[in-house]
């Protein structure tokens, strides 16, 4: 299971301002998402070259921030994904139009598909990564009966955090922050379902949030509880091995 802030879009990531957060150094603009022989995506690369996922700190709205200045020389082969063609067996049968990543550990969430298997959904079809055989370099091979499967690009990604209005995004972190306090390791997914409706009703009350908003927040918190607690030590593990890398690069 992913994190919920940490899914975003390719589209959402290209062409953001890319700093070093530690000095405020402007590094470029973000010119390319790149992946691994897996799938995975391991490097994005500015004007001034490659950096490694593990350096992002933050993608917020308008910037990428980096824990450090660090540029590296990829030691396998990478490629992009994007526009990369998508076939059933040896049949053409699309492209990648956009795909959702996880930026802390390069994992695919989901890929925007184009062309004729996407028809059927408007031009645009959401295919889960369960659905890929195969990652080569010229093409993403999925399986005979992926197109059973496909959902259109709103019923696909609403659960995804990059697709959340700004409003409802503010109603999940208040509400997250809030529950931090209410919510042990160890309670079960049960005990998580009253305490998020406990904090929706709280706020309800207020009668300052629109209930449908609250509604899809508390909703989105009950499906995603569980990452939101392992969200803050998967971030110091990489803030640890991004300044490791800083540093044998300081180093060499």
Request: glycine share 8%.
């Amino acid at each position: 299971m992913n994190s919920m802030e940490q899914i975003i879009r390719r589209s959402q990531v290209v062409g953001l301002l890319a700093l070093d957060g530690s000095t405020a150094t402007a590094l470029g603009t973000v010119e390319e998402i790149w992946v691994d022989p897996t799938g995975r995506v391991c490097y994005f690369t500015s004007q001034q070259g490659y950096t490694p996922l593990e350096q992002i700190s933050l993608i917020g709205p308008d910037a990428l921030l980096t824990y450090s200045t660090v540029f590296a020389t990829p030691l396998t082969p990478i490629s992009s994904l994007y526009r990369r063609t998508v076939r059933i067996g040896n049949r053409e049968v699309g492209w990648i139009e956009d795909f959702l990543f996880d930026w802390e550990t390069g994992a695919i969430a989901a890929y925007i598909l184009g062309g004729s298997i996407a028809e059927p959904w408007g031009g645009r079809a959401v295919l889960l990564p369960e659905d890929v055989e195969a990652i080569d370099v010229d093409a993403v091979v999925v399986k005979e009966d992926a197109p059973q499967r496909l959902k259109s690009e709103a019923e696909g990604l609403k659960n995804f955090w990059s697709e959340k209005s700004r409003q409802v995004k503010q109603l999940i972190q208040r509400m997250g922050d809030r529950l931090k306090a209410l919510v042990g390791p160890q309670d079960p997914p049960e005990v998580v379902r009253v305490k998020v409706k406990q904090v929706r009703d709280e706020l309800a009350k207020g009668g300052k949030f629109d209930l449908s908003l609250l509604d899809e927040a508390a909703e989105f918190l009950q499906h995603k509880w569980e990452t939101w607690q392992h969200r803050l030590s998967r971030a110091a593990q990489r803030m640890q091995a991004a300044l490791q890398a800083a540093w044998e690069k300081l180093t060499e």
